[in-house]
């Protein structure tokens, strides 16, 4: 049990074009999910906290608007990159909480912008 | 007060040998202390948790030791085999709903043949 989808696992886009990952829980429940960006060799960075049905909290110096994240229901959380530039290719993670268990975290998704 | 510090930055272990990861905290407040073991283009995969109210947890070949008024945390890999080659990441956070992990910065391991 507790396993975490990521949709699509890849992506390359032009400069300026937008972004939508997906981040679904399969096999429970999610009420809060959580996303995070990774630069190479680097730990993983709290980009914003998603709550089902609420507007998501974002951690300081993450730009909401450039950081779309939709929350719909309890199994899933979309992230999207809005006018994506160079600077924001980087692997994205998503992890969904489930009760007051840890953290389940997704198999990532690498974005390329061009 | 929220950081999490983690050494070594890397680690070369031989096969069959110890592998040793060292975290300390600050905030004295958390209460859940995961590993997550990570392979290269993967998400992290949850390895071991431990609970300050033990001092130390073990599954398989694998050891969490608590010392809380120390507030450091170590995991132990025993009879390291190639397979466990990976970054490791220990957390801290606080129980309940909705709760934050702060990662420490990565350890890499390597076991040798």
């Known amino acids: 049990g507790a396993v975490v989808s990521q949709h699509p696992s890849w992506v390359i886009c032009k400069s300026g074009t937008s972004v939508k990952i997906e981040c679904r829980s399969l096999?429970?429940?999610?009420?809060?999910m959580f996303w995070y960006r990774q630069f190479p060799k680097q730990s993983l960075m709290l980009m914003a906290t998603s709550n089902e049905g609420s507007k998501a909290t974002y951690e300081q110096g993450v730009e909401k608007d450039k950081f779309l994240i939709n929350h719909a229901s309890l199994t899933l959380s979309t992230l999207t990159v809005t006018s994506a530039h160079p600077e924001d290719s980087s692997f994205y993670i998503c992890s969904a909480h489930r009760g007051t268990d840890t953290q389940y975290f997704g198999p990532g998704t690498r974005l390329t912008v061009l | 007060q929220q950081q999490v510090k983690q050494s070594p930055q890397s680690l070369i272990v031989q096969k069959g040998g110890i592998s040793i990861i060292n975290c300390a905290y600050e905030?004295?407040?958390?209460?859940?202390f995961p590993w997550y073991q990570q392979f290269p283009g993967k998400g992290p995969a949850l390895l071991i948790a431990?609970?300050?109210?033990?001092s130390e947890k073990k599954e398989g070949r694998f050891t969490i030791s608590f010392n809380k008024s120390a507030k450091q945390f170590s995991l132990h890999i025993m009879d390291s085999q190639p397979g466990d080659s990976a970054t490791y990441f220990c957390a801290a956070s606080l129980t309940g709903t909705a709760s934050k992990l702060t990662f420490g910065t990565g350890t890499r391991l390597q076991v040798t043949l």
């Open positions: 431990i609970r300050p109210d033990v």
């Open positions: 905030n004295t407040a958390f209460d859940y």
């Open positions: 096999d429970f429940q999610a009420t809060t």
